[in-house]
């Protein structure tokens, strides 16, 4: 009271100034984690126009000036009682203690009766008070009899000043300063004015200070959290030394609330909490920003997210970090601080706010209840992940200087840098990354030179390396912040590195990825698949696992995240959705495709309504129970088949650049996206996907285990087949590994362009090294349509040709995909191997086989090779077959789990003798070799290679 009493009886501003910076110290002086003088709002800092509107219906004489001593003046014109009105939104989302200070002068404006002349409304939160969190921006604005009236100014006469303070309590979540009202009526026809000096709003700030930071985190959380990995041990995550489910539980992005009875219902005991502490974020649009200004973080809804979701004391959760950009007030500082970068990934400029965010959240969680519930966090920073990159990315200072460094690491020499980039006049101190709308450009057809493309492949490489870094840097801030005992994790990013579906503008780069890989910092990968690729029918389920081996070659964790399709369809127009039968069918093939692969798996997407199905709840609490068991056995595929990828694939390739499918990029902020696919946007199917996606649905239905490994980490000799996949680029080291395999007898399968491309030239000659046979290049394009010739009966060993030699039927529109034409042609042009099938077109041999003494070699033009040829290759080196038909099948040493797609009866055979047990259904079969079992059409089924009795007892 008496500081009031003091305030308002001063008669001099500029000594009302002085004390309050006195009175400000006064106050911060003890306190570890309030400071008063934080501003929120300052009407002297608004825009006059922009900010301050005018509300309908009042006089057009109404007009807002700005004097010549930098005040602001409302002024408006007309009879006596003439009224006006003007509105200043603040919408703030601050649940704290505020001041308003103010000092103006009035000038014939009427003493107001019932409302004051100035006036804030305070805006009650729609909904529970501490639930609500929602950006007031997007509310409706309420009426007046909804909203509180807090008075400011009311005037006292023809002509008043006033100078003064009051103070605002919005602590509680139940109401926000919804905006400021300047409501003026005429003393006397004519004009009337209000002079603003100063109207300015304060507010308790509650950061942490980084003493009392450093303090909190100087003790380590009281939890150990790590992921157990190593030659022989399955990738599983440990919590203070057990072992917990491979599942975890994560909301729908568009919803903060998780009902902590859900995944307690369902045996689920890891969820997912999502914490926003960057900036808005369009694909997590009901995640608001914690950190709201400054010196204040909304701890409150912080605390409602985790201790709410944490009420269970079994329960755990990973914390994912929002950092997708920089909140408002932090970008407002940066830019004054001439630092535009914003977040772009550039650590040098972004990871100080980082930094701050992450010490403040792990700062707040080591003093609450549930400390020893945090296990981890992971990072989720959008742009260069799940995103492009912002307009204009390339060209801001801060990147072009790293950029110029890295490349002065990268070369050495300007002589070197010039070489490579063909430009005489380069040197790293004028060098500039190219933008990404000219990162890959086609010179034969769909390949990019590697030559003449040098500086673009820099700047997509330095790109990429950029990225990983600085997710590399905030994963150590975690580690070192927890001291080692959370896990961190990756979101994102790396599942569409390779595996990225439908959008065949650019792939995340296999550099970042090893390097993320590689660093110590990161334990766990998470790979986001589409519901395309679950789907009933012939879905590619398993291709999300094309980097599986090698995380867990690097001993990191996979999770592979899966949004639960449970949506009854409205209407018969409405294909995205599922009944409840398809739901489990779909999310069962999931399951057991994790399980094979020692994927963990994120149940994704889920609300309490979708819940209420008994049988949805028991099938994730027979997913429980199977993981744990599975935890007991030696899980390994032992597999004699290798497809054999490369991290560069998609820095030579450019289809839709110059080839004549492609089809002119339609929107202006994706600049690397063109040729969408058929079953997502435009006429013309993803060359991509056709080269990349399409194929990889054969290999699940191989009949037998296969392992998906780098080219750089191949140890052929422990593999019979071995199928390079797109490994177009061939180095001196590569070729070794390659020579190392063309012995012991294996077979080595190569298709289209797999050394094609040199670090210097395009050229067939690579391929010809490749496969031992004489290759020919022809200028033009071409389908991937074959016609088998006679051989092909006796390689297959069956009287009829298979329904599909280029493409396989998927469930997209095939006419799309076999459509496409790409260019140049590969033919074959030996004889003295055995053409097996021809260009339908025409143009020469399309696939064949070689022999040779010590190997085998097989070509095919189309990378989408039929199932019964990668069978009849896996038969012909003693590969067991478990499965003799097209069915989805997922095999290792203690599991075969099967998807059926037509149904009927299906021959299982084993290596030795074993009873098997159908986990699904409660059904055993008697101990044999073959066994011979009836499926249901699109129906998933798990056997475990054992007695029911053994099973039960794990």
């Known amino acids: 009271m008496s500081e009031l009493i003091i305030y308002n009886n001063l008669k001099n501003f500029n000594m009302l100034k002085s004390f309050r910076r006195s009175l400000v110290l006064w106050m911060c002086i003890g306190s570890v984690s309030t400071c008063w003088g934080h501003t929120l709002f300052d009407i002297n800092a608004v825009d006059d126009t922009a900010a301050i509107t005018l509300e309908s219906g009042n006089s057009a004489t109404a007009r807002i000036e700005r004097t010549a001593d930098d005040k602001i003046e409302f002024i408006f014109e007309g009879t006596a009682a003439a009224n006006v009105l003007w509105h200043v939104p603040i919408h703030s989302r601050i649940a704290a203690n505020f001041e308003v200070e103010f000092e103006l002068e009035a000038d014939n404006i009427k003493q107001r009766k019932l409302n004051p002349n100035i006036y804030f409304r305070l805006e009650k939160r729609r909904g529970p008070a501490a639930l609500e969190l929602k950006a007031h921006e997007e509310a409706v604005s309420p009426s007046r009899n909804q909203a509180q009236m807090v008075p400011v100014y009311t005037s006292a006469g023809q002509r008043d000043s006033a100078l003064g303070r009051i103070s605002l309590d919005a602590r509680d979540f139940a109401q926000t300063i919804e905006g400021l009202y300047i ?432 049988d949805i709840i028991s099938e994730l609490e027979l997913y429980n129970g199977i993981r744990r068991k599975s935890y007991k056995l030696t899980c390994s595929k032992k597999s004699e088949v290798a497809f054999v990828i490369a991290p560069d694939t998609f820095q030579y390739l450019a289809p839709g650049n110059e080839s004549r499918t492609a089809i002119a990029p339609t929107n202006t902020e994706n600049p690397r996206g063109n040729s969408r696919d058929i079953h997502f946007a435009d006429s013309s199917a993803s060359p991509y996907f056709s080269l990349y996606g399409s194929p990889r649905a054969t290999w699940n239905r191989m009949g037998t285990s296969f392992d998906i490994v780098s080219i750089e980490a191949l140890k052929p000799e422990i593999y019979k087949v071995l199928i390079l996949f797109h490994v177009l680029r061939i180095d001196e080291r590569r070729q070794k590994i390659i020579d190392r395999a063309k012995t012991g007898g294996r077979t080595l399968v190569s298709i289209w362009a797999n050394g094609f491309v040199s670090d210097r030239y395009l050229s067939p000659a690579g391929m010809n090294k490749i496969t031992g046979m004489r290759m020919k290049m022809a200028p033009g394009e071409t389908r991937f349509h074959l016609t088998p010739r006679t051989e092909m009966r006796n390689f297959l060993n069956r009287e009829t040709m298979p329904s599909s030699m280029g493409w396989l039927h998927i469930q997209r529109n095939p006419v799309g995909h076999r459509e496409l034409r790409f260019g140049p042609i590969f033919t074959v042009n030996d004889e003295t191997a055995t053409i097996l099938a021809s260009y339908t077109d025409g143009g020469g041999a399309a696939m064949a086989v070689k022999s040779f003494p010590e190997w085998t070699s097989f070509y095919s033009a189309s990378p989408n090779l039929n199932p019964e040829i990668l069978r009849t290759l896996a038969k012909q080196k003693d590969v067991h077959i478990y499965i003799d038909t097209n069915d989805l099948s997922y095999i290792n040493d203690q599991f075969i789990g099967i998807h059926s797609l037509q149904g009927g009866v299906t021959e299982i055979k084993l290596p030795t003798e074993s009873a098997l047990y159908e986990v699904f259904q409660d059904h055993e079969l008697e101990k044999k070799r073959d066994h011979q079992v009836e499926l249901a059409p699109h129906t998933t089924y798990l056997f475990y290679r054992g007695d029911k009795n053994t099973w039960m007892s794990l």
Not at 224 to 253: C, M, R, T, W
Not at 316 to 344: C, F, K, R, Y
Not at 583 to 593: D, K, L, N, P
């Open 183 to 614: 409501d003026l009526t005429l003393n006397t026809a004519g004009e009337g004015r209000l002079r603003v000096s100063t109207l300015r709003v304060l507010y308790e700030g509650n950061r942490i200070d980084d003493d009392e930071v450093d303090r909190r985190l100087s003790i380590p959380p009281p939890v150990l959290a790590e992921i157990l990995a190593g030659d022989g041990l399955k990738p599983a995550l440990s919590v203070n030394g057990h072992l917990e489910s491979g599942l975890q539980y994560a909301p729908p992005s568009k919803s903060q609330s998780i009902s902590s009875t859900i995944p307690q219902e369902t045996g689920i005991k890891t969820r997912r909490i999502v914490v926003n502490f960057g900036g808005v974020n369009v694909s997590f649009p009901d995640h608001r920003p914690l950190w709201i200004h400054e010196d204040f973080v909304n701890y409150g809804a912080l605390n409602h997210l985790l201790a709410g979701d944490l009420s269970a004391p079994d329960s755990l959760a990973i914390v994912d970090v929002l950092l997708h950009a920089p909140p408002d007030w932090w970008s407002e500082a940066a830019v004054e601080n001439n630092n535009t970068a914003g977040a772009t990934g550039d650590i040098d400029t972004w990871s100080g706010y980082c930094e701050s965010a992450i010490k403040q959240l792990l700062a707040f969680v080591r003093t609450q209840s549930y400390a020893k519930q945090i296990i981890g966090c992971n990072i989720i920073n959008g742009h260069g992940m799940n995103d492009y990159p912002s307009a204009g990315h390339e060209q801001r200072l801060e990147y072009v200087a790293a950029f110029r460094r890295w490349l002065s690491e990268r070369y050495e020499t300007v002589t070197s840098l010039r070489d490579s980039w063909q430009d005489s006049d380069v040197d790293f101190g004028n060098a500039v990354p190219l933008p990404a709308s000219e990162w890959m450009r086609g010179s034969i057809n769909s390949f990019v030179h590697p030559k003449s493309s040098a500086a673009a492949f820099d700047s997509y490489r330095y790109y990429f390396i950029n990225w990983a870094d600085s997710l590399i840097h905030l994963s150590r801030l975690v580690k070192t912040f927890s001291h080692d005992r959370y896990i961190t994790g990756v979101v994102g990013g790396p599942g569409l590195y390779l595996n990225d579906l439908w959008n065949d503008g650019y792939r995340q780069n296999g550099e970042a990825i090893d390097r993320i890989l590689e660093s110590k910092y990161v334990d766990t990968i998470e790979v986001p698949v589409d519901l395309s690729d679950v789907r009933t029918g012939d879905g590619t389920a398993g291709a999300e696992y094309i980097l599986s081996d090698k995380i867990r070659a690097a001993g990191k964790l996979q999770v592979a995240r899966n949004p639960f399709p449970f949506r009854p369809p409205k209407s018969r127009e409405e294909t995205s959705y599922f009944t409840r039968t398809q739901t489990i069918e779909i999310q069962r093939r999931f399951f057991v495709a994790n399980l094979i692969n020692n994927s963990y798996m994120t149940v994704a997407g889920i609300g309490a309504s979708d819940f209420r199905e008994d």
